[in-house]
């Protein structure tokens, strides 16, 4: 019978991650193994609460919530599934770009412009028909059936790259499409901006498509 010593495994591991296992909650392990964000807190009793308590990373008011509970990998375990539920509960409730998107930059309807006028940086109206022109020729044949959050950087730089349009148009409706999932995640649709990433392509790779053609600006303002 071969016997291991499970404190020799636990030495191993260490010295090749260099980090405590053994004293480390479950959660914090996944910061070591790449991730940037915790999904969530603990916080340990004390004299004014009993149990142990947590908080999720994608609650944007940060509430601690009690686990009921005094034991502490009880604690981690509630944590945990009760952010695997508030992820699915945020795909249930996400909408379609489509959906989302509905009166988006059409004038007194589009609650983006209302609010940047409330605060003097209204859109101009020929601005908001070339962005509407974006939605709906361009992205909402592509991308309108898609969840928002089942968007990704990797889709959207391929689908981009096969258009034929100049780099201006191409950034203008990146632009566009940066604005309405900005939009998203300050209304708690998505966790983090899919777009945040992404480049804007070079006007001088191109000189003879850096400025509009006559159907290109036809079609940015049709709707």
């Known amino acids: 019978m071969l016997i291991i010593n499970d404190s020799d495994v636990t030495r191993n591991i260490e010295k090749t991650f260099h980090i405590r296992l053994a004293k480390l909650p479950i959660q914090r392990i996944f910061v070591h ?16 609460y009993k149990y142990w308590r947590y908080t999720l ?4 008011k940060g509430r601690y919530i009690s686990a009921r509970t005094k034991v502490k990998y009880e604690a981690d375990r509630i944590a945990r599934e009760a952010y695997e539920r508030s992820l699915l509960s945020l795909k249930e409730r996400c909408p379609t770009l489509s959906e989302y998107s509905a009166n988006f930059f059409i004038l007194g309807e589009c609650k983006i412009s209302q609010r940047k006028a409330a605060a003097g940086k209204e859109y101009a109206e020929d601005m908001l028909k070339v962005k509407r022109g974006h939605l709906l020729n361009y992205l909402l044949p592509e991308f309108g059936m898609m969840r928002l959050y089942a968007i990704t950087l990797k889709d959207y730089e391929d689908w981009r790259n096969k258009l034929d349009l100049s780099n201006s148009t191409k950034n203008g409706i990146t632009s566009t499409f940066n604005v309405i999932l900005k939009e998203a995640l300050r209304d708690e649709y998505l966790e983090k901006h899919p777009l945040e990433n992404v480049e804007r392509l070079s006007k ?15 079609t940015l303002r049709s709707e």
């Open 33 to 48: 193994m790449g991730r940037h964000k915790l999904a969530y807190k603990l916080k340990k009793p004390n004299k004014h």
């Open 204 to 218: 001088q790779a191109e000189h003879s498509r850096d400025i509009l053609t006559l159907a290109e600006f036809k």
């Open 57 to 60: 990373s994608n609650d944007p």
